[in-house]
């Protein structure tokens, strides 16, 4: 399994776990208790698989990495020992074992396990304080005579409306956002990976004497990177006139979680005057708020943008239909996705039930 398998895994034990409480009579006690352990076996699974997974995932990308410099310093003129760091079979060559970059790895590594491990308690503790409290306000209310009905119902359509506003929360931000375990699961996992290939490349920039490297990412980009993508910066400040990587909040993508932001090296006597003139020219026009793409450059990255909203949106969509609606939900999502697109008379039927189980506007 590696990391990618390892994000679909997570999706498979969060249908898992909306199945769960789909399935469950949580008007009884005994299936209120079932539930909860059910979910912490499913997330102890998942905790497992993490733990063999994301080293390999760390070490490979890392020095893929290390091979992707190599590679660039030859295409770039630099006389350097043409030796790989990943073999065939996924080990790491004896010669690149050295301090540098084992002490990286250990440290990117060690960090990505923590942010996981805190992740899955975090969402561990939420499903079950979920749940706990979401009980205790509905039967309150189900004995004051506010709610009447079949308390089972009840329950399930209270609990459903409860994940899908909270979920199974992994992160609460500064400004109080919640963070679902999967989408953050992902944007640790993308980070993390791009940080270790950029770390990996970085260093061994280092130990072949390449202090000068070049921003590199996609034309169609954010804001953000769009920032950084060209400018020419100094590793370790030994060439005066060029920004040094860790001052004045001058740094090495990844500079947001999806960023795919690189660096090649920028080989000062291998350039002519006009292209030093310009990398000059780029590194003077850098302002940390503008945005400076173009136009069709802001439309084609909204479009991607817009694309990844709506599959996402849609996976979430079907995991709460599917929690609310039990059996009566469409078997799989490509079931559900179909028949949306279609607009069948059972889809719509279905959204109608949805929404009066939810007492809401919730789609």
């Known amino acids: 399994m590696n990391e990618e398998q390892l994000l679909t895994y997570l999706r498979d034990i969060i249908t898992g776990i909306s199945d769960a409480v789909a399935e469950s009579d949580l008007s009884e006690e005994q299936q209120v208790e079932a539930l909860v352990r059910d979910i912490k076996d499913l997330l102890d699974q998942f905790s497992f698989e993490v733990e063999k997974v994301i080293p390999e995932a760390i070490l490979l990308t890392y020095f893929g990495g290390v091979d992707e410099a190599t590679k660039a310093l030859k295409s770039a003129g630099v006389s350097i020992r043409a030796t790989t760091a990943v073999t065939p ?11 540098i970059h084992m002490d990286a790895v250990k440290v990117l590594l060690d960090d990505t396990l923590l942010d996981f491990r805190a992740a899955i308690r975090t969402a561990e503790m939420s499903a079950t304080s979920n749940i706990t409290k979401t009980l205790e306000n509905v039967k309150g209310d189900l004995a004051k005579g506010v709610i009447v009905g079949d308390p089972r119902k009840v ?20 400004d109080g956002k919640k963070l679902p375990l999967d989408f953050y699961a992902m944007t640790v996992t993308r980070y993390k990976t791009r940080e270790a290939a950029n770390a990996g490349a970085t260093n061994r920039y280092i ?3 390449q202090d000068l490297v ?10 953000v990177c769009a920032r950084h993508r060209g400018m020419v910066i100094s590793l370790n400040g030994l060439t005066p006139g060029y920004p040094v990587v860790g001052e004045d909040d001058v740094r090495i993508g990844p500079y947001h979680p999806n960023c795919r932001c690189g660096v090649m090296p920028f080989v000062l006597r291998f350039k002519t005057e006009e292209e030093l003139a310009e990398a000059h020219k780029r590194n003077e026009s850098y302002k940390p708020w503008d945005d400076p793409r173009t136009p069709a450059q802001k439309r084609a990255y909204e479009r991607e943008q817009t694309a990844r909203r709506k599959a996402n949106d849609e996976k979430k969509q079907y995991a709460r239909w599917k929690m609310a609606l039990g059996d009566d939900a469409p078997k799989t999502l490509g079931a559900f996705r179909r028949m949306k697109r279609q607009g069948t008379t059972k889809f719509q039927e279905m959204q109608a039930e949805y929404k009066r189980i ?5 789609k």
């Open 207 to 209: 130990e072949n004497g």
């Open 89 to 99: 079979t996924k080990e790491i060559a004896k010669s690149f074992q050295s301090k």
């Open 155 to 174: 329950i399930q359509a209270q609990v459903a409306k409860s994940f899908a506003k909270d979920g199974l929360t992994a992160f609460v931000t500064s």
């Open 358 to 362: 939810m007492r809401d506007d919730v």
């Open 214 to 223: 070049q921003v590199t990412g996609n034309s169609d980009t954010c804001p």
